[in-house]
């Protein structure tokens, strides 16, 4: 599951965002500040980053130059109220990856990530995962079973690319529950039971996700 940080100061902009993102399939996390960016990305690793140029305390721009200076590999969607061709130049040049200007368009925005996510991070993970008779396309965010496409929720896919990780291991209840539903993890084990149902409906074989009492779900 790729991970994105949302950097906007935009309370409302930022809700709406995380919502869809996670809507989406992706993992989020939100920083309100540049030095909260920072210390988001000093504590963990992010796949892309969506950077608000205009941020209090510390600016887009000294996060976006914090980022090359350092070489934290994340790639970085720089978005602005400034649109013009110089706006996007100074933005490009001080290392984003791409610049898209505000307002913009909610489909844009998933196809310039889904551009970022092709483009590989420091380690080129691979973009196909895959075991048996199943496999997921994580750019294209495309699943499928015997080479056949699966019409799957963004939940549902989410799930069976973090089975898909796991190659063959056991995935804990816990650990998917605190992965597909941050915010609503706590003592709510049904939520994964539910999603592997619906899941399991979808394919051509139930077995294909197995289940065992203590150790959680894999894909044998």
Do not use: N
Request: with cysteine; proline share 5%; aromatic share 4%.
């Amino acid at each position: 599951m790729a991970r994105i940080l949302i950097i906007e100061d935009d309370a409302d902009l930022s809700a709406v965002l995380d919502d869809c993102l996670r809507h989406e399939g992706y993992a989020t996390d939100l920083a309100a500040t540049g030095i909260e960016a920072l210390d988001r990305l000093s504590q963990g690793t992010y796949d892309v980053m969506l950077l608000d140029r205009d941020l209090p305390v510390l600016s887009g721009d000294e996060v976006m130059r914090t980022v090359d200076r350092l070489r934290i590999p994340v790639r970085t969607l720089m978005l602005t109220a400034a649109g013009s061709v110089e706006d996007r130049v100074r933005g490009l040049d001080l290392g984003a990856d791409d610049y898209l200007a505000k307002p913009f368009a909610y489909p844009e925005l998933l196809a310039r990530i889904r551009a970022l996510l092709r483009r590989g991070g420091a380690d080129d993970a691979p973009t196909i995962l895959s075991r048996g008779r199943l496999s997921v396309d994580t750019v294209r965010r495309l699943a499928y079973a015997d080479g056949q496409p699966l019409d799957l929720a963004p939940r549902e896919y989410a799930l069976l690319e973090e089975l898909l990780r796991a190659d063959g291991g056991w995935t804990a209840t816990t650990v998917l529950l605190e992965s597909l539903w941050p915010a609503e993890s706590h003592g709510q084990p049904d939520l994964v039971k539910t999603a592997v149902h619906s899941l399991r409906r979808k394919l051509p074989d139930s077995t294909l996700i197995a289940s065992s009492r203590g150790k959680g779900y894999r894909i044998p």
